[in-house]
């Protein structure tokens, strides 16, 4: 049975940090391209951030890029985001996801998705 499990989320004031995480058990891991996608309330899920299997390529969103890095512990089986200079816009529901074969930014070409992590920036 495939599990994506974030956690890490919570409450912080602007120009914070966190830094969540995402365990994954039930399939390879070290196989599949993970990714991080936020949806804010009232908005459409938005992608955020991926990284290749072995970690050597990741792609950003613009909103999110030089104050968010993502990294993969496959050893661990674990997807993280490292979230710096944290902004109110930030705030959302946080999701990890993996797919064998991706588009970074197509939410139909990953193939498991965890429940979230709430992320709430205060102002």
């Known amino acids: 049975q495939v599990q994506l499990v974030e956690s890490g989320g919570g409450l912080v004031q602007a120009g914070g940090s966190l830094r969540l995480s995402c365990a994954a058990s039930?399939?390879?891991?070290?196989?599949?391209?993970m990714g991080w996608f936020r949806q804010a309330p009232g908005k459409e899920r938005e992608f955020v951030a991926t990284?290749?299997?072995?970690?050597?390529?990741?792609n950003y969103a613009d909103s999110v890029k030089g104050r968010f890095t993502i990294s993969r512990d496959n050893i661990k089986n674990t997807v993280y985001l490292q979230m710096n200079s944290l902004k109110p816009e930030d705030t959302a529901n946080y999701y990890c996801?993996?797919?064998?074969?991706?588009?970074?930014?197509?939410?139909?070409?990953?193939?498991?998705w965890g429940q979230g992590t709430q992320v709430t920036v205060s102002s």
């Open positions: 996801a993996a797919g064998r074969t991706v588009v970074p930014g197509v939410e139909s070409t990953y193939d498991y």
């Open positions: 039930g399939y390879t891991f070290s196989r599949y391209t």
């Open positions: 990284i290749s299997w072995i970690g050597r390529t990741t």
